[in-house]
């Protein structure tokens, strides 16, 4: 290696750059997967990351064993760490519903990519100790190198590739990049590898299979989610934020954000009827309401009900979301075309932070988020959101929350009514049946004592004055329960959602 020596740092150099954008890349796909199939969770995330970091650990500490054919090792190394990568996502997403052991195969296989990116920089940094370089300099450009690279993962990957490739094509195409480096030190020191003909077929052969998932992929994800869902899938896409999935059967049309169904047109008028209607019989002359969340405008087509309303901003973070229930013939007939009413301002920002900003007194407000199954939605159902809101609504204004279903999930529930008391706002809980989900909660929020209120309008498929009587009895199953306030620091909230929900999952 000795007459190639000026030129092994810099395309080495080069390769280290690669190396660690792919690896960390791997990393936060690894994450997102456990994410996306298995819950945000705290000890999810904790695993998923530990037991990448010690993998690679392991991998860097078996790398001493490697003594010779230095390049061949690292050429390998790299098709392995390409294929494994490339391929893992596509893996967990086919096998999610089929297999028990769901679990232990995506932390093998996490485990398996860990141990081979960390075996990856050690080598290189051997073969960069056999050139013309002392180890100062080594280290320092191996670092640099590496540290660069991953901070290019750790912009693009949400910003660039997680929104246009999604899981299943990123990690195809990081796989890609890891099996070009493998090429590229083959190409240039082909005349020094000892195993070079077996490791330009291997080369060969990888790079073929992960380009040709990479052109499938959609097809490979429509494939597993067709597996995953009872119903036809007619349309589906990855949006910033999530995964949105229709399926049809008949006349019933699902909406599901990431593997959870959100309403079936089915029953969806139950849902909506009861988180609407109660807030807006207990609101005096409603003119100007605020939806947090609702981004399919099934909510506001109750709203749109009341004469008296005469404007009505929503803020959903999703625009592919709300563009979708805005532009599609078949959802703008579920939800009357609410969302292109004169009435109506769609706004497409965080709620966290447009409440911090907003300066507008609100008479009713609707907070209509997904469940807390993660930190993320989690600070929505906090005392410091809550203390937010009431700087938002008129004094004597009305609140309602959706707060998942206080039979499956009691202390989630009685969670967020006590973190609503705790920043002053007196409740009145109650709970409806709506087949799709079961038993379903709501929590009515107000700076004033729940008095008088209006009767309910008539043309109404579900609610009515003894509906709504009888949804604020609850059993002793589903009684108030004893729970900590969320707040924004600890998040008691999603521990208590997961451990409930994960005993009837």
Known sequence: MDKNATKI????LFSVFLVA?????????????????????????SIIIGLYLFSMGIGSFCSKYFDENLLDWFIQIELLVGLVGG????????????VESFQWILYGLISLTGIFVGLEIPLLMQILNQSNFGFKDIISKVFTFDYVGALLASILFPLVFMPKMGLIRTSFFFGILNTLVALLVLYHYSKELKYRTTLWLQAFFVFILLTLGFIFSDKILSWAEASTYDEKIIFAKTSPYQRIVLTRQDNNIKLFLNRNLQFSSFDEYRYHEALIHPLMTFTKN?????????????????????????????????????????????????????????????????????????????????????DPNNFALGKLYSNTFYRELTHTLA??????????????????????????????????PYHVYVPSFGDWGYVLASKQAFISRNVFQRNLRFMNDETFKQ????????????????????????????????KVM
């Not at 803020?315 to 592919?320: G, K, P, Q, R, V």
């Not at 939800?335 to 009413?341: T, Y």
């Not at 707060?403 to 006590?418: G, L, Q």
């Open 9 to 12: 740092p810099f395309l080495l």
């Open 21 to 45: 954008t792919c690896g960390l890349i791997y990393e936060l796909i690894a994450g997102t997967l456990a994410s996306y199939l298995m819950g945000d969770s705290i000890s999810q995330f």
């Open 87 to 98: 391929i893992t996502s596509s893996i967990l997403f086919i096998i999610f519903n089929s």
């Open 286 to 370: 409603p003119e100007k309401i605020l939806v947090l969340g609702g981004g399919d405008g099934m909510a506001v087509r109750e709203l749109l009900k009341y004469t008296s309303i005469k404007s009505i901003t929503l803020i959903d973070l999703d625009a592919d979301m709300t563009n979708l229930f805005r532009k599609n013939e078949m959802l703008t007939r579920l939800n009357q075309n609410a969302l292109n009413n004169i009435k109506v301002k769609v706004l497409n920002q965080d709620a966290f932070l447009w409440i911090k900003q907003n300066k507008i007194l609100f008479d009713a407000i609707v907070i209509d988020f997904p």
């Open 395 to 428: 004094p004597e204004g009305f609140i309602v929350v959706q707060s998942t279903s206080p039979f499956m999930a009691p202390k989630s529930y009685w969670c967020v009514n006590k973190t609503l008391q705790s920043v002053g706002f007196k409740t009145l």
């Open 471 to 502: 949804s604020q009895f609850f059993p002793k199953d589903m009684a108030q329960r004893a729970t900590e306030i969320n707040k924004l620091n600890n998040q008691i909230l999603v521990q208590y959602f997961e451990e409930e929900w994960a």
